[in-house]
């Protein structure tokens, strides 16, 4: 069964394209592991599914006319959406250079990575406890539905810590997460 993952330390608007750029992958059936930074073929197509999804033609096209030249920081504003999508949608309607794009790209790729060093960074200093960042990535809807399956004894302790990548110990601590959160499985 096909699976999207997305890496919870990217913002909400980079997560967005991604799920829709691999939707595209599963609807034509293409291989999701890729290079997004070059122009061309699967991935080309890929992105621009995305980004008509996020950005519709008409829309950008309608902000254009109104508001003059656009730059990829006031598109991702305008639809909340990652700078580097709105710099994808650009390029799909004509508005930059593929050489634009690339650059734009680069930096952005640049800034991501400079972001997580200074994630990684705050969280030696600190950061979340692994039980919260563990119920954020994998969703506490998903941590409370494995927890439900182990105490109505559907799976065994070890299998729901095996299932949520998490040591026996910890499962209290999840546990607690999801309801602190609310959240009904």
Known sequence: MPVIVLNGADGLGARQFTLFHELAHLLSRTSAVCDVWR???VE???NEFAADLLMPRQAVADLLVRDGPTTPDFLATQFK?????????????GRITQEQ???YLREAREAAIAQR????????????????LKVRNLGPRFVGTVLDAMHDERISVTDAAQI???KVQALDKLEAEVDRRGVAS
């Open 164 to 166: 949520l990548e998490s």
């Open 81 to 93: 959406v990652s700078r580097s999508a709105a710099a994808v949608r650009l390029r799909t309607l």
């Open 117 to 132: 060093e200074a994630a990684k960074s705050r969280e030696q200093k600190g950061g979340p406890s692994p039980h919260l």
């Open 39 to 41: 122009e061309g073929g």
């Open 101 to 103: 794009l690339d650059a």
């Open 44 to 46: 080309a197509r890929c």
